[in-house]
């Protein structure tokens, strides 16, 4: 429906009679002269079914109306002549759209003053313009927000809009469809929309200078019947189940509906509603898509709706799509001032606006140029605004020694300098945002995934749970846990088993590190639900890119290869981590904080010496294990050394000196080839 606010001059007359009623109190509606023409025009919408009009508010000799009409059936001049037929003391003098909240307020007006009948929340009802969200129950909000504005047809000539183009370093895309828009070849009347939109842009604000012009001149060009907009925003797959949501269609026809692509989802647990959802938005648009225009925006980096939901929903229309344009550093600049033009920013410095523009680039973005906005803005605030921050530009960084249980675990791991380096890296980045934050300026979530290649025993796994509680102690993680799988735990058995067992693991890990040991067993075989199963990995990687880390391990030959099969999962790993294999000194080590864990020591420099010296030969064999050698050898030595001291006390007592020590005779080598079995007669 097309929604209107008009003001009409009243006759002396009219204004004599509305005086005199009021006087009495009101105590007889068949003098009350508003009520009598409401109640004439909610008759004749009964009666047509195409426009409701109500008079709201008389002041000062000025009446306001407002109106609802079906721009399919009637236009604004039908309504002025239906006005002219009920009452002739009213001449109309102004008349301008508006969106559903101010016919809300209006009618809630008109309601109170005795006026209508019926409640506003009964009218927007029965005229399908209830569309508002409302609370899914305590735990959950809305599922969805609307925010509605007006666009203006300016009446500006194609060369006009091109200049506006032109500022907002449009792109080839946009500059071809408003030709089209303003071709000759086209009916200058409204019959139904040919295409819908599709909105590519880095930055909201971006797509909305797109939709500003984009909008105004398909209204010029009669492809619009009202200007009206109904943005939606932060939608979620439970909007399905609000009975508002889908009457955004029918009520925005002759208008236009906005329509974000980042649908929040955890792909899981609500899988259905999700795909419901999305088949219903199909479905209106095939509904629908004749008289209401549709517009999608995609930001990048925050679309969560796959390539076949996508497909699903714009399979019921043509899409024009128009991208986000770019140009060079003196245009960028001038579309940077006119930002800041609008500000309430009256003495900043231009050079130094211009500055927060990147350097190193030969062409911007329109998102650069907001980026480098949204930050001169942000500090803006304490040098024109909040000035006594002014000299508060220097964050002071207090760096602490690390106090923090699981990182004192990992600086005392023996070896491992790149993967401590890395950590490291990835605390301080962490802590470098919050600075920044503090500063006003912007952050980027960089991909965090890594791939640990080792051989077994070089802590891969203790690894990637000491790091997990540290990245929550640093608040890079909500929950810091880590859940570990396998080929037997991603890949089903079945058709469509696959792909719900990684989602579930996904989901499990949210807030957490995903730790898939010997990755590279999924691609071994021929089986094609391993491959599947890693075309799911891939995508969960990027639908939960916020809140899972994803750590690959494996042999490292076999993990090169992993890679090589697969270039999707190489460009999204940022950290490949090598986990060398121990020499006999670093395992000498290894064996000393073992022992301080488990309560025991050794006795003297000749048991230290023959471990060192069973390491060395363990060193010299393939595959023999590193820290779980050791951990072989200690369980062997732990038992020889009960085994030695209930011999040599069988009768006394075993004193705690004794119970905690080891000597060199208690350590032996440990067999570390595997022994076939016989099978049959020997």
Same mark, same amino acid.
């Given at each position: !429906?097309?929604?209107?606010?008009?003001?009409?001059?009243?006759s002396a007359?009219?204004?004599?009679?509305i005086?005199?009623y009021?006087k009495?109190s009101?105590?007889?509606d068949?003098?009350?002269k508003?009520? +009598?023409f409401?109640?004439?025009?909610?008759t004749?919408y009964?009666v047509n079914n195409?426009?409701?009009? +109500?008079i709201t508010?008389?002041n000062d000799g000025v009446v306001?109306f407002?109106?609802?009409?079906d721009?399919?059936?009637?236009d604004?001049?039908?309504?002025?002549s239906l006005?002219?037929?009920?009452t002739s003391?009213i001449?109309i003098?102004?008349?301008e759209e508006?969106?559903l909240?101010?016919?809300?307020?209006?009618?809630a007006?008109?309601y109170?003053?005795d006026?209508?009948s019926?409640s506003?929340?009964s009218? !927007?009802?029965?005229?399908?313009l209830?569309?508002y969200?409302?609370s899914? $129950?305590f735990?959950?909000?809305p599922?969805?927000k609307?925010?509605?504005s007006?666009y203006?047809?300016?009446g500006?000539?194609?060369k006009q809009v091109?200049t506006q183009l032109?500022?907002?370093?449009?792109?080839?895309?946009f500059?071809?469809?408003?030709?089209r828009i303003? #071709?000759?070849?086209n009916?200058k009347?409204?019959?139904?929309?040919?295409?819908?939109?599709?909105i590519?842009a880095?930055?909201?604000a971006a797509?909305?200078?797109?939709? +500003?012009?984009?909008?105004?001149a398909l209204?010029?060009n009669k492809?619009?019947l009202?200007?009206?907009?109904?943005?939606v925003?932060?939608?979620?797959?439970?909007?399905?189940?609000d009975?508002?949501f889908f009457n955004?269609?029918?009520?925005?026809? $002759?208008?236009t509906?906005?329509i974000?692509?980042a649908i929040d #989802?955890d792909?899981?647990?609500r899988a259905? #509603?999700y795909?419901?959802? *999305?088949?219903?938005?199909?479905k209106k648009i095939?509904?629908y898509?004749n008289?209401?225009?549709f *517009?999608?925006?995609?930001?990048?980096?925050k679309?969560?709706m796959?390539?076949d939901a996508?497909a699903a929903?714009l399979?019921n229309?043509?899409m024009?799509?128009?991208?986000?344009?770019y140009?060079?550093k003196?245009r960028a600049?001038?579309?940077?001032k006119?930002?800041a033009?609008?500000t309430?920013y009256?003495d900043?410095d231009?050079?130094?606006?211009?500055?927060?523009?990147?350097d190193?680039?030969?062409?911007y973005t329109?998102s650069?140029?907001?980026?480098a906005?949204?930050k001169?803005?942000g500090?803006?605030?304490?040098?024109?605004v909040?000035k006594?921050?002014?000299?508060?530009?220097?964050?002071k960084?207090?760096?602490?020694k690390?106090d923090?249980?699981?990182?004192d675990e990992?600086s005392?791991?023996i070896?491992?300098?790149d993967v401590?380096r890395?950590?490291?890296? *990835?605390?301080?980045?962490?802590r470098?945002?919050k600075?920044?934050?503090?500063?006003g300026?912007?952050?980027t979530?960089?991909?965090m995934h890594m791939?640990?290649?080792?051989?077994?025993?070089?802590?891969k796994?203790?690894?990637?749970?000491l790091?997990?509680? *540290?990245l929550?102690d640093?608040?890079?993680?909500?929950?810091?846990?880590i859940v570990?799988c396998g080929?037997q735990?991603?890949?089903?058995?079945?058709v469509g088993?696959?792909a719900?067992?990684?989602?579930s693991?996904?989901?499990?890990a949210?807030?957490g590190?995903?730790?898939i040991?010997?990755?590279?067993?999924l691609?071994?075989?021929h089986?094609?639900?391993g491959t599947?199963?890693?075309?799911?990995?891939?995508?969960?990687?990027e639908n939960?890119?916020?809140?899972?880390?994803?750590i690959f391990a494996?042999?490292?030959?076999k993990?090169?290869?992993f890679?090589?099969?697969?270039?999707g999962l190489?460009s999204?790993i940022?950290?490949h981590l090598?986990?060398?294999d121990y020499d006999a000194d670093?395992?000498?080590?290894i !064996?000393?904080?073992m022992l301080d864990?488990?309560?025991?020591?050794y006795?003297?420099?000749?048991?230290?010496?023959?471990f060192n010296a069973?390491?060395?030969?363990?060193?010299g064999?393939k595959?023999f294990?590193?820290g779980?050698?050791?951990r072989?050898?200690?369980?062997?030595?732990?038992?020889?050394?009960a085994?030695?001291?209930?011999?040599?006390h069988?009768?006394a007592?075993?004193n705690?000196?004794?119970?905690i020590t080891?000597k +060199?005779?208690?350590?032996e080598?440990?067999?570390l080839?595997?022994e076939?079995?016989a099978?049959?007669?020997v």
């Amino acid at each position: !429906m097309i929604l209107f606010k008009l003001l009409g001059k009243c006759s002396a007359d009219l204004i004599k009679e509305i005086r005199q009623y009021e006087k009495r109190s009101r105590m007889y509606d068949s003098e009350n002269k508003i009520k +009598a023409f409401n109640d004439k025009f909610y008759t004749n919408y009964k009666v047509n079914n195409n426009s409701l009009v +109500a008079i709201t508010d008389i002041n000062d000799g000025v009446v306001t109306f407002v109106a609802a009409y079906d721009a399919k059936q009637v236009d604004l001049d039908a309504v002025e002549s239906l006005i002219g037929n009920v009452t002739s003391d009213i001449e109309i003098t102004y008349q301008e759209e508006i969106v559903l909240e101010e016919l809300k307020r209006e009618l809630a007006r008109a309601y109170h003053n005795d006026w209508i009948s019926r409640s506003e929340e009964s009218i !927007m009802k029965m005229l399908g313009l209830k569309i508002y969200p409302e609370s899914m $129950g305590f735990f959950e909000g809305p599922p969805y927000k609307i925010v509605e504005s007006v666009y203006a047809d300016e009446g500006l000539s194609k060369k006009q809009v091109k200049t506006q183009l032109d500022d907002i370093l449009a792109s080839k895309s946009f500059y071809e469809e408003i030709d089209r828009i303003y #071709s000759n070849e086209n009916a200058k009347k409204f019959v139904g929309h040919p295409v819908h939109y599709l909105i590519n842009a880095g930055d909201k604000a971006a797509a909305d200078d797109m939709i +500003a012009i984009l909008i105004p001149a398909l209204l010029k060009n009669k492809r619009l019947l009202g200007g009206r907009v109904c943005d939606v925003q932060k939608l979620s797959d439970r909007a399905y189940r609000d009975e508002n949501f889908f009457n955004i269609f029918s009520s925005a026809q $002759g208008s236009t509906v906005i329509i974000n692509l980042a649908i929040d #989802s955890d792909y899981g647990d609500r899988a259905t #509603s999700y795909h419901e959802l *999305i088949e219903k938005i199909g479905k209106k648009i095939g509904e629908y898509g004749n008289d209401t225009l549709f *517009i999608f925006v995609d930001i990048s980096g925050k679309r969560n709706m796959t390539d076949d939901a996508m497909a699903a929903i714009l399979a019921n229309a043509d899409m024009v799509r128009i991208d986000e344009g770019y140009g060079d550093k003196k245009r960028a600049s001038e579309y940077l001032k006119r930002l800041a033009r609008k500000t309430d920013y009256d003495d900043y410095d231009e050079q130094e606006l211009i500055n927060y523009l990147p350097d190193d680039k030969a062409e911007y973005t329109v998102s650069d140029i907001y980026n480098a906005y949204n930050k001169w803005y942000g500090n803006g605030l304490k040098s024109h605004v909040y000035k006594a921050y002014k000299e508060k530009d220097i964050v002071k960084i207090e760096v602490k020694k690390h106090d923090c249980k699981p990182y004192d675990e990992l600086s005392k791991m023996i070896g491992l300098k790149d993967v401590k380096r890395v950590t490291d890296e *990835i605390i301080a980045a962490a802590r470098m945002r919050k600075v920044r934050k503090s500063m006003g300026l912007e952050n980027t979530n960089n991909s965090m995934h890594m791939l640990f290649s080792g051989n077994p025993g070089s802590a891969k796994t203790t690894v990637a749970r000491l790091i997990a509680q *540290i990245l929550k102690d640093e608040e890079v993680l909500r929950n810091g846990h880590i859940v570990e799988c396998g080929r037997q735990d991603l890949v089903g058995k079945y058709v469509g088993w696959t792909a719900k067992a990684v989602e579930s693991k996904f989901r499990a890990a949210r807030g957490g590190i995903l730790f898939i040991d010997e990755a590279y067993s999924l691609v071994e075989d021929h089986n094609s639900f391993g491959t599947e199963a890693i075309n799911t990995i891939v995508q969960m990687m990027e639908n939960f890119r916020e809140e899972v880390i994803v750590i690959f391990a494996g042999y490292p030959k076999k993990m090169q290869e992993f890679l090589d099969k697969n270039e999707g999962l190489r460009s999204r790993i940022a950290f490949h981590l090598d986990f060398p294999d121990y020499d006999a000194d670093e395992l000498t080590d290894i !064996m000393k904080l073992m022992l301080d864990k488990r309560g025991y020591k050794y006795d003297s420099e000749e048991t230290l010496k023959k471990f060192n010296a069973l390491c060395e030969d363990a060193c010299g064999e393939k595959d023999f294990g590193n820290g779980r050698f050791v951990r072989n050898l200690i369980d062997h030595a732990v038992m020889r050394q009960a085994n030695r001291l209930l011999a040599e006390h069988k009768d006394a007592v075993i004193n705690k000196e004794e119970a905690i020590t080891l000597k +060199a005779e208690d350590f032996e080598a440990v067999n570390l080839k595997k022994e076939r079995s016989a099978i049959g007669f020997v």
